[in-house]
């Protein structure tokens, strides 16, 4: 296993935007440990707060968009698919899903905010058919 904090302070800016993408785009990734550590290089002078608050809101509108169209081209399968390779009991799936069905835009904006249905809010989004305005 690599340690985040080691990645960030080699890599900096660009292991910030990596991580928070692939976090946003689906993959269970430890983006919030990179946004943190990123936050204490900040501290030490290491990092510049502008560029790390540019980077992590950047790259988290990309990997949302990049979830939203991965799930948008390749629909219910692919979100399926990967739900069974990171061990989501079809009863969560389908609670998950219904979460955004139910309350659409406002739903994908409270699941940034509710663990384990984070990462997976913009694909389903997209095979869920919410229009890309309203996402």
């Not at 550590?37 to 980077?55: C, F, N």
């Not at 509108?61 to 081209?73: E, F, Q």
């Not at 139910?102 to 739903?107: E, F, Q």
């Amino acid at each position: 296993m690599f340690d985040v904090s080691e990645l960030v302070a080699h890599w900096g800016y660009l292991a910030v935007f990596v991580i928070v993408v692939l976090g946003n785009v689906g993959l269970p990734v430890p983006e919030e440990t990179a946004l943190l550590a990123a936050g204490y290089l900040v501290w030490r002078g290491e990092l510049r707060l502008s560029l790390v608050l540019t980077v992590g809101i950047v790259s988290a509108v990309v990997g949302d968009n990049l979830g939203y169209w991965i799930g948008r081209r390749w629909g219910q399968g692919v979100v399926e698919r990967f739900r069974r390779l990171i061990g989501i009991t079809p009863q969560r799936f389908e609670s998950m899903r219904g979460f955004i069905l139910r309350w659409g835009p406002l739903g994908v904006f409270g699941a940034r905010f509710i663990a384990g249905l984070r990462f997976l809010a913009g694909p389903l989004a997209g095979a869920c058919g919410l229009h890309f305005t309203a996402f």
